[in-house]
């Protein structure tokens, strides 16, 4: 009886043991995480949660911003995006509330509505709770008010976004709770917004340091100038001031404001030029170029021009805001394996177009001109090996100016060593047999006599008929060189140039478009012609009216800001998107055994098959988006 | 009517659990099943004394009592009348002066054999019925003996003269005598065999074999803490065994119950070795989201993995499906499988058993050869007037094979698959008892290869299972099991969906190899499937370790009758290490300028160029993890009788606590591949990271179980559980449950008016119980840190800090309530066997964002909060045949069916622009998709009928579901049906014959649809062969394939035009498993010294009797993955 109760007594003692041990096993704090008191107690955490809305100006951890797979210059008529042409659904004009694309998904992550207003949640949360941070020192004091100036910046940016994509938005300066009332929000105008974002931007410029004084990679003073340089130029253009919706006001300025933005864009401009906002300079010469370049100053030019898109450390004096990556850590980006050619086992995306490449100059700043030797005959270049020693430029791809070289891989174009073959891009075919007969005749014939002649075909190695993934092949017979990097192998490792999200030639534009649209043409065109000597091309004369002016610098911007997406927001506030978004077609190139050449732009087919529908100036709101909150009102032109 | 057909009838008014260890000294499979053995005493105290006063008490009643008070088991048949009054006064006396003091005046024998003691009625009294018969017949005394399949004698068993009340027992060597009439018939009756009927001829001594009956009500089944049995079960629970789990010889567990568990959906999604597992759903689902998964419970621990256990360590499997599971609580709504393991047996028994298996694809997806790829792209770049990538020259060699250099014919599949892999499973165990301690102990080795041609995937598993049953006093048990796996998964660098997918994928016109042996070149990325299968690239070592070890200590105080003290504690190890090395590998390029021709011009000869692919330097990641799981359990058991009413009682504690960690690392620039440390990498773009995470739960438990008359059973189940994911206001849940069953067959009524049916049980039971998925914490606002931007000139990766939980500072669990009715019953003598259920069930409180509700402009992710509502309804019916024709031969036949059809009640949806595009009031995963309504033939049925913009004649008609004449994203419907089956069924066919014992089973499910994602090709994508054969030209337009097209055309764009086209119906019906298994004779395995020797071939997987497509299993249901397996097994069973 009594081994019962001592038993008994241990066992209770033994279950006890363990009651008692772990009675506050349910009261333990997350292990791997703060919560939002301890964010604000402490200025590093604060700062930390700032890298956060960095990142998420390019909308997600890797890839940020715009050097990505799908450039935003694929859905304009510089390249073509040949993997997911029927999600870039601005040139195919089925971009609407319920279809977006690329413009409602992560692959133009940075121009997504909900990213953005998932970073102005994030700034809003910093600027709602910083004054909170306990102080201790002066530096504290100064790095609080540097977070505050950054977070200004960065609300604007997005902003900037929102705006130059759909008009008027909600604007919003504090946190939400998940219990507040969404309904009463309504969409700002136009008008509204943009006096939004320039207080803001006002803030920053007074809060943010100079550049160097400051890490690489953060707002600056010249950012913040920068980016209200890039607001007030858009807003200036017809797209916002009557061209279209002209009475809605969530579109368009009510009232003619329009001089007064130009001047205010012009001011803005003329004061970073000036130095006013940190030492920026175009990078290379701005001085006259000699004439009559030989092919190595052309090349030197070139050079020049592809590594201001190639800093891999810090950054020269064009820089005003950008990103920076890295092979393996923290933000990459792979372009040279998305954009380059097939044959190198690369992906061959984002490709420019024949109509864009005929824009590209001859060095001496004529006009390039496909019919020169052959008038009348704007789709076929066909010439024997005699006629090209004699002259060179009967093949399209010589002489043209430095920007070319640098920004386009054509058949031949110098590029990374291979194995099996050489260093020169092959798009063209290699024909086994003569190919003179072909001269002289048009596309249908060319085509119908390279194909009883298919059997001697060899398709280039970066072609769509290359033995080596020819599904990566190039739909429009070229590749993007910009931003690629011919030092490394884009198979292998990811790039590390930077994304130059502002630079230097953008407000030396916008400057240019404010003075010619103001009626100032001499110092518009002033400004243009440093664009085109630094790119190694001679002055264009001053003394011309608006229009032609106007036209010289639209040429100007273009072949300038090639591929980096500035073209998407410029055919829509020039409203020439319904004149440029077009069907076009491939160029088709057969070298032959006898030393012929034929070019052809094949009209019989397409590249891709575009439509511009007028109600994609603006970016419809997603149909979701309006049912979760009906009282937004959705862009004009869309159900 | 057979008067004698209640076997159980004899005997069951005694305590079952001593029946049971009677049982256990002879049978195999009712030995394991009985937890509560580890909780009976093992002293045999002979000639114990005992301390009995009754008056006028039962002679059951003082049987029971001395059965309580000491370690004997009475034995006795239906002429002991039990309820004859008896009075008994002794204190301390020995048991056999009791017994002969009672039974001297009530004619009654008594005979004590080891701890068994038999009743009999004294010869010399036979009733006067029986004495005007003998007066009439001629009488004549037999004697037999009672042995079972394995000749051990059958201690107790009934033996009865058909239509008499005339009947003996066994006595403890299974020998019987009786006298019987001449002519007459005797039935041989015991607990868990199956009723022998024998006809007395001339002979006078009979040997009987009884036979296991597989189909007892007395089969204890295993509930939630605790046992009960078949008879007593009063919620919806299916069971099997662990042999016939064992049987099946497929790779793992959970493949293995499929077909076999009504209410249990599984889908194998994958064959591929260490990642086969298969999806189980118990009675479809009740949520929303990837959290169906069913509890898995492994000798009382939740949350263990069901899919190292060795089949051969399995004693049973429960699977609870209603409101039983309400004792698991938090956990159950999902429902839970119970496995039970073995433990020791009373006897030494020591068991090997092996099988090697050959694997081979069941179906491997069919694509198009080189003649058929070059033939589609050429018509489709004729029909598109694109210019051509082949020229009819180029298709007529791809086709007939004469140019391998520069028009290879390349079966990337074949080349990939060998024919045969080999699977092999080693199982040693011993089992017995030394010293009053009784162990099990079982070690087995599994080793599972991948169907590639080239060395490389395959599973490795080691795994020790221990158990012993220490009796410390004769009230206090404990014991220690302990469950110890290594499992060793070597992979290639480049994961399945490459190697498969992309060998269908492919284009045949390129080499896999050239024609002198080397590897061709790569799709893309250095990818060459062939290549890539095999080591050269690197590997990827996953090693996993888990330990998991459990005291259990029981107390039963002998003065507190029907009470028990248990605790147990388990310690779970795991541990994980995963050594993922890759480098570069090197694949050859053609020089075209070296090639040397013959006279025809076709290659000969020609240099290959090697290059290294892939990546550019080795690289090594290490990835490391551990977690340990704390659990303990307190409990208390009471139960009594009450005369006719019975009343036990459950309460318990359980408290789990786990903490979990991990790291990894990474390094490459690698100087050489030949260390593979992470040591020997370089210095530059080294990385490594850290997680660390928590969890706890606590419990109350309790049960309460009513029975009256063994009529009417009730069972209340009350479990409160706390957990840490949880605020504490909303932290702590209660789930209730109550379950009532009724043994109609046991009322008078019945037995009168429906007695072809032998047993019929009613069931229903209603209880509520919960799921609480998703991470800890989510009340709290969380920031958490990693790399952010690069910054700064010197491009420093900053720490950020993001908000990786908004914050529902409400947060609870999810709740379902589940309502159950049922019936169990047999028919015609147990001839016939039919259960049904029909339940329905609601989930509400499930987590899910108001997607509806806050717009995206407010910048907020939303968390999950517990607003959503499923609901869930179904039937299952389970029938089967059973018939022992002769003592030689027996047959089987067992059907299951289960059907389920879910509903989601309420999300936050977003409004829809139509109405039929709503998925409130579908079933879960419903898709959006345009409807295929066949192919335009021509271009005046493109004329005539609304289509998208560019739609051609042989392109998919997507139809103008609301007729307003164009189509556009209205145009869209759901699709069910597309999560899982909603019918799955399954079909036994057991034949023993002598030593010969053959398994058939057959398994199915019904309408599934799935998307099948083949949209994705074209040129330099290879198509498959029902796209590239009999598809729409303008010459073949009366076809229902779709023209050939390109991924990237517009019209066939995936993404944006996904339709019925891509859908297949994977309704099935197959051969899941056939096993064929003999015995050796007994004299032949005798003679060299062993006990048994089972030898046996087996088939899974076999083919398919029925589906309604052929491209692919349609149980994976993915061309691009691999494959389900085919397995043909041999092997043996020996135990010593």
Known sequence: MKKYIIKSIFIICITSVFLSSCTDVLDQSPVDSFNEESLFQDINLVEAFLYQCYDVIGGDREEVLGMREDLLSSATDELLNIHRAGQVTFTKGNLTPDYLGQFGDWRLGWLQWDVNYLNIKNVNTILGGIDDVPVNTEEDTKRIEQIKAESYFIRAFNYTNLLRSYGGVILIDKKFNLDDDFTTQTRATLQETLDFILRDLDKAIAGLPLKGQIEQGRATKGAAAALKSRLLSFVSGELTNGGYESTNPLVSFQGDVRNQLLTQAKNIAKEIIDGKYGNYQLTGTITDPPSNMSEEEVMAYAENYASIFLQKGEWNDEVIFGVQYLNRQGNRVRNNLYWGPNGYNNWGNNEPTEPTVRQYEMKDGTPFVWDKYNQGEMNVRAFTSEQLESNPELNPYNGREPRFYATILYDGAPWRDRASTNNKVQIGHTMTVAGSSLIGEDVSGVMDKVESMSASLIGGNDSRSASNQAWNGTKTGYYLRKMLDIGIDGELNNNENSWLEIRFAEVILDYAEACIELGEIQEGLEAVNMIRNRAGLPDRPLDVGQSQAREWYRHERFIEMMAEGDRWYTIRKWMIAEDVIKDFSPIYIYHFNDGTSVYVYNTETLADARTFNKANYWLPISRDEVNKAPQLQQNPGYN | ???????????????????????????????????????????????????????????????????????????????????????????????????????????????????????????????????????????????????????????????????????????????????????????????????????????????????????????????????????????????????????????????????????????????????????????????????????????????????????????????????????????????????????????????????????????????????????????????????????????????????????????????????????????????????????????????????????????????????????????????????????????????????????????????????????????????????????????????????????????????????????????????????????????????????????????????????????????????????????????????????????????????????????????????????????AGGDQDKDNSGWESIYARQSWIGRLNYDFNDKYLFEFIFRRDGSLKFPPNSRWGNFPAALFAWRASEEDFWKENLSFIDYFKFRSSYGQMGMDPGAPFQYINKYSLAPGMTMGTNKVVNTKIYQSVIANPNITWEKQSTFNVGFDSHILNRLFHLNAEFFFNERSDILSPRDASVPSYTGLSLPSENIAIVNNRGFEVEAGFHKQINSDLRIDINGNMSWNRNKVVFTDEPARSVPWQVRTGHPYGTHLVYNAIGIFKSQEEVDNYPHWSGAKPGDVIFEDYNNDGVINADDRILIDKTDAPELFYGLMFDLNYKNLAISIQGQGQGDYFKSVIEGNRGIGQNVFKWMATDYWTPENSNTDVARPFHRADQYWSYLSNSNTYWYDNMAYFRLKNVIVSYNLPQKFISSIGLKNVNIFASGYNLFLIHSKQRNYDPEVGNPQTYPAMKTLSFGARIDF
């Not at chain 2, 070890?549 to 995963?578: E, Q």
């Not at chain 2, 090594?620 to 799981?629: A, D, P, V």
Request: net charge negative; proline share 3%; with cysteine.
């Open chain 2, 1 to 679: 009517m057979n008067k004698n057909n209640c076997t159980g009838n004899y005997l069951t008014e005694k305590v079952p659990i001593k029946h049971l260890l009677l049982i256990m000294r002879t049978t195999f499979i009712l030995l394991f099943t009985c937890v509560f053995c580890s909780l009976a005493e093992f002293s045999y105290t002979q000639n114990a004394n005992v301390t009995i006063d009754k008056r006028n008490a039962s002679l059951k009643e003082v049987l029971n009592e001395i059965e309580k008070q000491t370690d004997y088991l009475f034995i006795y048949n239906n002429e002991v009348n039990t309820n004859e009054k008896v009075t008994v006064k002794a204190k301390q006396k020995a048991v056999s002066d009791v017994l002969s003091s009672i039974l001297e005046s009530k004619e009654m024998n008594y005979s004590m054999e080891g701890n068994h003691i038999l009743l009999s009625k004294k010869e010399n009294t036979n009733s006067e019925e029986v004495s005007t018969a003998l007066a009439q017949q001629q009488k004549k005394q037999i004697t037999g003996t009672v042995v079972d399949q394995a000749g051990d004698p059958v201690i107790g068993a009934n033996i009865i003269e058909l239509g008499t009340t005339n009947g003996t027992v066994t006595d403890i060597d299974g020998n019987f005598i009786l006298t019987v009439q001449e002519n007459a018939k005797i039935t041989i009756t015991y607990i868990g065999y199956l009723q022998e009927t024998i006809e007395i001829g001339v002979a006078n001594s009979y040997s009987v074999v009884m036979v296991e009956d597989l189909h007892t009500l007395q089969e204890v089944v295993a509930i939630g803490y605790g046992t009960t049995r078949k008879e007593s079960l009063v919620g919806a629970v299916s069971a099997v065994t662990g042999d016939e789990i064992a049987s099946v010889h497929s790779t793992n567990v959970t493949t293995a119950i499929s077909g076999r568990l009504p209410g249990a959906v599984v889908i194998q999604a994958t064959g591929e070795p260490g990642l086969d597992d298969a999806r189980i759903l118990v009675r479809g689902r009740t949520t929303l989201g990837d959290n169906t998964g069913p509890l898995v419970v492994i000798d009382g621990i939740p949350g263990r993995s069901l899919y190292e256990i060795d089949s051969n360590d399995i004693e049973s499997i429960s699977l609870l499906k209603d409101a039983s599971a309400s004792i698991y609580g938090s956990q159950a709504a999902n429902g839970v499988i119970l496995v039970t393991t073995k433990e020791g047996t009373e006897s030494k028994l020591v068991t090997y058993s092996f099988n090697q298996g050959f694997k081979t694809p069941t179906i491997l997806p069919k694509v198009a050869n080189a003649g058929e790829y070059a033939q589609y792209i050429s018509d489709y770049q004729d029909y598109e007037g694109l210019a051509r990538l082949y020229s009819d020259e180029d298709i007529e060699l791809f086709k007939n094979g004469r140019d391998p250099w520069e028009h290879p014919q390349t079966d990337w599949m074949g080349d990939l698959v060998r024919k045969w892999a080999l699977q092999s499973h080693h199982n040693l165990s011993m089992s017995g008892t030394f010293d009053k301690t009784r162990y099990y102990a079982s070690f087995g080795y599994r080793n599972d290869e991948a169907m590639y041609a080239q060395e490389s995937t395959n599973y490795k598993q080691y795994n020790l299972r221990l158990r012993l049953n220490v009796p410390i006093t004769d009230y206090l048990n404990a014991s220690v099991s302990y469950g110890g796996f290594l499992t060793s998964r070597k992979y290639p660098t480049t994961g399945s969906y490459y190697l498969v997918g992309w060998a269908t994928l492919v284009v045949p016109t390129e080499p896999s190899f050239w024609p002198t042996g080397e590897p061709g070149p790569d799709f893309e990325s250095g990818v060459n499937p062939v290549v890539n299968t095999s080591f050269d690239a690197g590997y990827d070592i996953q090693n996993n370790y888990k330990n998991e070890i459990t005291f259990n200590a029981s107390f039963k105080p002998k003065r507190i009758k029907g009470f028990s003290l248990n605790s147990f504690f388990t310690y779970d190890v795991y541990n994980g290490k995963n050594k993922f090395f890759k480098k570069p590998w090197t694949l050859y390029f053609a020089d075209w300028d070296s090639a040397i021709r013959d006279s025809e011009g076709f290659i000969t000869e020609m240099n290959l160029i090697p290059r290294q692919r892939g990546l550019e330097t080795p690289e090594l990641t290490e990835y490391s993890n551990n977690s340990i799981r704390k659990m303990y359990n307190v409990n208390a058991n009471y139960s009594k009788d009450f005369g006719k009413h019975t009343l036990s009682a459950f309460v318990g504690f359980e408290e789990l606590s786990e903490n979990s960690s991990g790291f990894d690392a990474f390094r490459k620039y690698y100087i050489s591949d030949m260390v593979q440390t992470l040591d």
